[in-house]
């Protein structure tokens, strides 16, 4: 059973800086693409940026050019560096990791971004 544990979220002014990291465990992880969506109070849940087990790497166009998304295959774990926050950028976080026809989902964590 693959679980995602996210970590790093929280409370950020505007401008400010997040960096989300997200621990796979139960998995070879190197096997699998990953990434990180978000979801905001009533919205759907959309995609952020991913990282292919190849290296290709798909941003959404609202964060491109803030946010970058990497990955550490010994350590089992993908982060997610967020810059230039903004309020519209408040939402719950989930890491995700996909295999073929499987998806994992960790829990999400909250990033909120005010004054």
């Known amino acids: 059973q693959v679980q995602l544990v996210e970590s790093g979220g929280g409370l950020v002014q505007p401008g400010g800086s997040l960096r989300l990291s997200c621990e796979a465990s139960g998995t070879i992880f190197s096997t699998y693409d990953a990434g990180w969506y978000r979801q905001a109070p009533g919205k759907q849940r959309e995609l952020v940026a991913e990282m292919t087990t190849s290296g290709s790497i798909n941003v959404a166009d609202s964060v491109r050019g803030r946010f970058a998304v990497s990955r550490a295959n010994a350590r089992s774990a993908v982060f997610l560096q967020m810059n230039s926050l903004k309020p519209e950028d408040t939402a719950v976080y989930y890491c995700?990791?996909?295999?073929?026809?499987?998806?994992?989902w960790g829990k999400g964590i909250q990033v909120t971004v005010s004054s």
């Open positions: 995700n990791a996909q295999l073929g026809s499987m998806t994992f």
